[in-house]
């Protein structure tokens, strides 16, 4: 596997209900786009507020309504991060992406899907297995602009990670 140098300020989108908005159970016991339900927690993180509106944003595709029409008392914080600095598995690079067996284009196909789960999954598998401290990839939320963001593995004792400021909605998504 490559890898890509990444640390510094990454944003977590959390629901102001969360005790610890790094708490990665959720993701652990439904799994995610480089986790499947069960296997290892981890944290997805965006490199940028624009990469977190365009995923908030994301979520709600195909719904009668948006994320602006969220109360703002009960809408999504902004958890904004420092990521202590070290090496990711590259999934951002063309030849990372190549190498771990997902298209340049990723994170949409030749054919302009976006890739599947099931193809990044057994990539994040071996990843946490291979002890890795996580994948640097692109965003799926947007795959016209190459922004990306962190899949952060938690392992039992990682300090690397700790929340530096809390945005209201109000103050990130609008």
Do not use: K
Not at 125 to 147: F, K, N, T, V, Y
């Amino acid at each position: 596997m490559r890898h890509i140098r990444r640390g510094g300020r990454y944003f977590r989108i959390a629901d102001p209900a969360w005790e610890d908005p790094l708490d990665a159970s959720y993701s652990m016991a439904h799994g995610g786009r480089w986790n499947p339900p069960g296997a290892f927690p981890v944290l997805y993180l965006n490199r940028d507020v624009q990469t977190s509106r365009a995923n908030l944003n994301r979520r709600f595709a195909g719904r009668p309504y948006g994320p602006e029409m969220l109360d703002p008392a009960l809408a999504p914080l902004l958890i904004e991060t420092t990521v202590g600095s070290r090496n990711f598995v590259d999934a951002v690079t063309d030849d990372g992406c190549l190498e771990l067996g997902l298209p340049a284009t990723y994170p949409l196909d030749e054919g302009g899907r976006e890739v599947g789960w099931d193809r990044c999954q057994p990539i994040g598998l071996d990843a946490w297995r291979a002890g890795e401290a996580g994948i640097a990839c692109r965003s799926a939320a947007m795959p016209d602009r190459i922004g990306d963001g962190l899949a952060v593995f938690r392992r039992s004792g990682d300090r690397a990670l700790r929340v530096v400021a809390r945005l209201s909605f109000t103050e990130w998504f609008r």
